[in-house]
């Protein structure tokens, strides 16, 4: 069954319900309700007939019976216009309630003069805005969401305030802690031209893509290696509050697979009940985090469009001594791996450049940079920014170039971290780690069978 025929099932109630109540505010209420029904349908995938899936995960789709008794009880209610948008900066509380479509001089007299009011627009900008109105503009409640300031609830609560217009026709202004859930979800898609298009088609927020490039760092070159075709599928979990993911806080990525040039890489987040320190893990208990990074690279929004030019390598590393990545001139250089910085200056055809000294007699070189972080003799541990993209030395445009050597001979910079020892799990850990492995599985494989340009749906 498509997922579109789904979609079309959960809102034929919603039609008919429309025929019925042919009143004005059903333009709002379709508006709510559409929005509603896709945003369940973002996190509910297609299950296909499978009773043996774990019980955290979303898969509660929209029923028909519950979406009439919905509308009929939305019915009940003289509801109005409900409004989201976010607060920007520079934004005032007229400017705020244009776009609100709120027309209410005693609303917004009263956020001017009321001192929680006046929160909304202090500090941070972005805070998630929900505003009840009568058609005629008349407010009931405003509802904003945004991150607490302490840290030591910033991780777990967020800010809820609520301005509502009493009995009296008055309003009154609160502040609450509310707690984050957190959802889990399921993605999928392919990569046809850069792993953030792939992404975002798939609904998935940069963090989680940025997650999946450092989960496969030291298998995969996402900046060179990345190839069309090739696949994703994702657990990962989305924090909300009141229900709506939030765009301040990051969820983590719990499982993936990623199919690169044909090979599947799959992984999972793991922690260890005794020491609680987590770290991705392969399905056969090796630690993804490497000696050595595939790439010194950053993996961003900026970078990774430069990678997906898909041509092959016109000069093999051998006649060229190392391998070139092209990025814009600023972007981020990184050490692949734990050392101490034996360069750091000017040598002529290099230009700018740093040479990191590695255990056992391996040595990396970062080549034309416009800027140098480091200085010689300085300890840098492995992902530590040493520098910039640039042109300087003999570099006709701006590119990262980068060697590898073992006991002053060159290498094949490709095969420094797949070559480089993976950290074991500790025998304990391994039965429920072992769980957590068949758990990931059944959730890749529903993620596996997500068709891309419905996930893609809002
Ligand atoms: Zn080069």
């Given at each position: 069954?498509?997922?579109?025929?789904?979609?079309?099932?959960?809102?034929?109630?919603?039609?008919?319900?429309?025929?019925?109540?042919?009143?004005?505010?059903?333009?709002?209420?379709?508006?709510l309700?559409?929005g509603f029904?896709?945003t369940a349908?973002?996190i509910?995938?297609?299950?296909?007939?499978?009773?043996?899936?774990?019980?955290q995960?979303v898969?509660?789709?929209?029923?028909?019976?519950?979406?009439?008794?919905?509308?009929?009880?939305?019915?009940?209610?003289?509801?109005?216009?409900l409004r989201h948008d976010q607060t920007?900066?520079?934004?005032?509380?007229?400017?705020?309630?244009?776009?609100?479509?709120?027309?209410?001089?005693?609303?917004?007299?009263?956020?001017?003069?009321d001192?929680t009011s006046r929160q909304l627009l202090q500090g941070r900008t972005g805070k998630r805005v929900s505003l009840e109105?009568?058609?005629?503009?008349?407010?009931q409640r405003l509802v904003a969401r945004f991150p607490v300031g302490v840290p030591e609830l910033a991780a777990t609560h967020f800010n809820r305030m609520v301005i509502e217009?009493?009995?009296?026709?008055?309003?009154a202004s609160r502040v609450e802690l509310g707690r984050y859930e957190t959802q889990m979800r399921?993605?999928?898609?392919?990569?046809?031209?850069?792993?953030?298009?792939?992404?975002?088609?798939?609904?998935?927020p940069?963090?989680?893509?940025?997650?999946?490039?450092?989960?496969?760092?030291?298998?995969?070159?996402?900046?060179?290696?990345?190839?069309?075709?090739?696949?994703?599928?994702?657990?990962?979990e989305s924090m909300t509050a009141d229900g709506e993911p939030v765009a301040w806080g990051e969820g983590r990525?719990?499982?993936?697979?990623?199919?690169?040039?044909?090979?599947?890489?799959?992984?999972?987040?793991?922690?260890?009940?005794?020491?609680?320190?987590?770290?991705?893990?392969?399905?056969?208990?090796?630690?993804?985090?490497?000696?050595?990074?595939?790439?010194?690279?950053?993996?961003?929004?900026?970078?990774?469009?430069?990678?997906?030019?898909?041509?092959?390598?016109?000069?093999?590393?051998?006649?060229?001594?190392?391998?070139?990545?092209?990025?814009?001139?600023?972007?981020?250089?990184?050490?692949?791996?734990?050392?101490?910085?034996?360069?750091?200056?000017?040598?002529?055809?290099?230009?700018?450049?740093?040479?990191?000294?590695?255990?056992?007699?391996?040595?990396?070189?970062?080549?034309?940079?416009?800027?140098?972080?480091?200085?010689?003799?300085?300890?840098?541990?492995?992902?530590?920014?040493?520098?910039?993209?640039?042109?300087?030395?003999?570099?006709?445009?701006?590119?990262?170039?980068?060697?590898?050597?073992?006991?002053?001979?060159?290498?094949?910079?490709?095969?420094?971290?797949?070559?480089?020892?993976?950290?074991?799990?500790?025998?304990?850990?391994?039965?429920?780690?072992?769980?957590?492995?068949?758990?990931?599985?059944?959730?890749?494989?529903?993620?596996?069978?997500?068709?891309?340009?419905?996930?893609?749906?809002?």
């Amino acid at each position: 069954m498509s997922v579109w025929i789904r979609l079309q099932q959960s809102l034929q109630p919603l039609e008919s319900f429309v025929a019925r109540h042919p009143r004005g505010l059903m333009g709002s209420l379709l508006g709510l309700l559409g929005g509603f029904a896709v945003t369940a349908f973002g996190i509910a995938p297609l299950v296909p007939g499978n009773a043996a899936l774990p019980q955290q995960q979303v898969v509660q789709a929209l029923g028909a019976p519950e979406l009439e008794q919905q509308l009929e009880a939305l019915a009940e209610h003289p509801l109005g216009l409900l409004r989201h948008d976010q607060t920007r900066s520079g934004d005032s509380v007229d400017s705020l309630l244009t776009r609100l479509g709120a027309f209410d001089a005693s609303f917004a007299a009263f956020l001017r003069a009321d001192p929680t009011s006046r929160q909304l627009l202090q500090g941070r900008t972005g805070k998630r805005v929900s505003l009840e109105a009568s058609p005629e503009g008349r407010v009931q409640r405003l509802v904003a969401r945004f991150p607490v300031g302490v840290p030591e609830l910033a991780a777990t609560h967020f800010n809820r305030m609520v301005i509502e217009r009493g009995d009296d026709g008055r309003f009154a202004s609160r502040v609450e802690l509310g707690r984050y859930e957190t959802q889990m979800r399921l993605a999928s898609g392919e990569i046809r031209s850069s792993l953030f298009a792939a992404t975002d088609e798939a609904n998935v927020p940069d963090g989680i893509a940025t997650q999946l490039a450092d989960m496969f760092g030291g298998d995969i070159d996402f900046h060179r290696e990345l190839r069309k075709g090739d696949r994703f599928s994702l657990v990962f979990e989305s924090m909300t509050a009141d229900g709506e993911p939030v765009a301040w806080g990051e969820g983590r990525l719990m499982a993936a697979e990623f199919v690169n040039g044909g090979r599947a890489h799959q992984a999972i987040w793991f922690q260890d009940t005794d020491t609680r320190k987590g770290g991705y893990y392969g399905f056969d208990g090796q630690s993804k985090r490497r000696s050595f990074l595939a790439s010194p690279m950053e993996f961003s929004r900026v970078s990774s469009g430069f990678a997906m030019r898909f041509h092959p390598l016109l000069q093999s590393w051998r006649q060229h001594k190392g391998i070139d990545y092209s990025a814009p001139t600023g972007t981020p250089v990184r050490n692949v791996g734990d050392g101490v910085v034996d360069f750091a200056g000017r040598q002529n055809g290099y230009g700018n450049v740093v040479i990191v000294r590695h255990a056992g007699g391996k040595e990396t070189l970062y080549a034309h940079l416009s800027r140098i972080d480091v200085r010689k003799g300085q300890r840098v541990d492995q992902g530590a920014r040493i520098g910039a993209v640039g042109a300087t030395g003999w570099a006709t445009g701006p590119h990262l170039h980068f060697e590898f050597r073992v006991a002053g001979v060159h290498k094949d910079p490709r095969q420094l971290a797949r070559a480089s020892e993976a950290v074991k799990l500790p025998q304990g850990a391994f039965k429920p780690f072992l769980a957590k492995v068949d758990e990931a599985k059944t959730k890749l494989q529903v993620a596996a069978t997500l068709d891309v340009g419905v996930t893609g749906l809002h």
